[in-house]
């Protein structure tokens, strides 16, 4: 198959994924992402909280949406204590087990201040079994007390990101932090392009959005949705690469990078859309993988398909590694397939198709 994605896209695609857009804090981000975006839409708007809505068509009345989340995980600083030591809140599903050693950026009105997640040296933990929580861990910024942690910017409510960056593996492996779901604003952002390149010509409007604060409940979906009052919603996230040691595929499921995106099957998943985006993936012989989810997906599928009267909605999904990790990984070849399979999708919906089972 011919490669998607070129030089200026990944160019891109570096930059995006780089920049830190913790949940709650996206504007950064989003405005990286609607000016590279431009050049191939009509017309966008945001709103309140940061949500992009980019839009192909904005003359046809029936409206398709493809969706993307655009936060990463993140901290809060909580408590600082009298001798400089900064206590934590999760912002998001951030994991404890992987902060000790890490190097942090605090974002504050002053600017970037570095730090890092301190923990005791094995040799004085010797007979103790304590493991990484909230409580223990600490970020160490090289001050000594409290006001002089506070002269350099930073105060309670400060968000706190990773600050490892965007690498390839082995030439065709992207891996880093992030990816969960800057991963699927970039390929959205790709659709638009390959449409606006291939001068496809949609029957209906396109809205394209890339949503704020998904990662603590589906919220920016939630408040955009009832907004655009979509006819069909088509979103991307990632799901987890069970072909990796500890995870338990009875439990998980059996999904494998480098296999294609993953579709899900679920109550939130309007069975007719879903058999229209197997269908385009089977003409077009692009791979994919089947799962099944248990009550909710717990994406933004579910936020628009439980809005309005009840949205027609799908998940494609990206098998992903070590999710919530400073060390997110995925295959370029699944991205390019997910790519070319919401490119099929969306040339195989009808303007103004019902997708009721019963009529």
Same mark, same amino acid.
């Given at each position: ?5 070129? #030089?200026?896209?990944? =160019? ?28 191939? &839409?009509?017309?966008?708007?945001? $709103? ?16 398709? !949406? ?16 009298? $001798? ?5 809140? #999760? ?14 950026? &605090? ?13 005791? =040296? ?36 400060? *968000?706190?990101?990773?600050? $490892?960056?965007? &690498? ?9 932090? %992030?990816?969960?779901?800057? +991963? ?6 790709? *659709?638009?392009?390959?449409? #606006? ?23 920016? =979906? ?7 009052? /979509?006819? *069909?919603? &088509? ?9 990796? /040691? +500890? ?11 480098? $296999? ?42 579910? %936020?628009? =398909?439980?809005?309005?009267?009840? *949205?027609?909605? %799908? ?7 070590? +999710? ?7 295959? #370029?070849?699944? !991205? ?24």
């Amino acid at each position: 198959m011919k490669k998607i994605i070129n #030089k200026q896209s990944q =160019a891109f695609l570096e930059k995006y994924l780089n920049n830190s857009s913790p949940t709650g804090f996206e504007s950064e981000g989003q405005k990286l992402w609607l000016d590279y975006i431009r050049p191939f &839409i009509d017309d966008y708007y945001t $709103d309140n909280y940061g949500t992009v809505v980019a839009i192909v068509n904005p003359e046809e009345k029936y409206k398709v !949406v493809i969706e993307a989340h655009a936060d990463e995980i993140s901290w809060f600083v909580h408590y600082i204590t009298k $001798d400089g030591f900064i206590y934590l809140r #999760k912002n998001g599903g951030s994991d404890h087990m992987i902060a000790p050693s890490k190097r942090v950026n &605090i974002h504050t009105d002053k600017g970037i201040v570095k730090a890092i997640f301190g923990w005791p =040296a094995i040799h004085t933990r010797r007979g103790k079994d304590e493991a990484p929580s909230l409580k223990n861990i600490c970020l160490d910024c090289g001050c000594s007390t409290k006001e002089e942690v506070e002269s350099m910017g930073v105060h309670v409510g400060c *968000v706190v990101t990773f600050q $490892d960056e965007f &690498i390839t593996l082995n030439g065709n492996r992207y891996c880093g932090r %992030a990816l969960d779901n800057r +991963m699927g604003g970039f390929m959205i952002a790709e *659709v638009l392009r390959l449409l #606006k390149k291939d001068k496809i010509k949609l029957p209906f409007g396109l809205y394209v959005v890339n949503a704020v604060q998904e990662e603590v409940g589906l919220r920016g =979906a939630q408040m955009i949705a009832h907004k655009i009052k /979509p006819d *069909v919603a &088509i979103v991307t996230d990632v799901c987890h690469d069970t072909n990796t /040691p +500890m995870i338990s595929k009875i439990v998980q499921g059996d999904l494998k990078s480098g $296999d294609g995106p993953v579709l899900t099957y679920g109550p939130a998943v309007q069975n007719n859309l879903l058999k229209l985006i197997i269908t385009a993936a089977e003409k077009n012989k692009i791979p994919f993988q089947r799962a099944a989810a248990s009550r909710a997906t717990g994406t933004d599928t579910d %936020a628009f =398909a439980y809005s309005n009267d009840g *949205v027609p909605s %799908a998940l494609i999904s990206l098998p992903l590694r070590y +999710m919530h990790t400073t060390v997110e990984m995925c295959h #370029k070849e699944d !991205v390019e397939n997910t790519i070319r399979l919401i490119v099929h999708s969306l040339t195989s919906i009808k303007n103004n198709q019902d997708f009721r089972y019963i009529k």
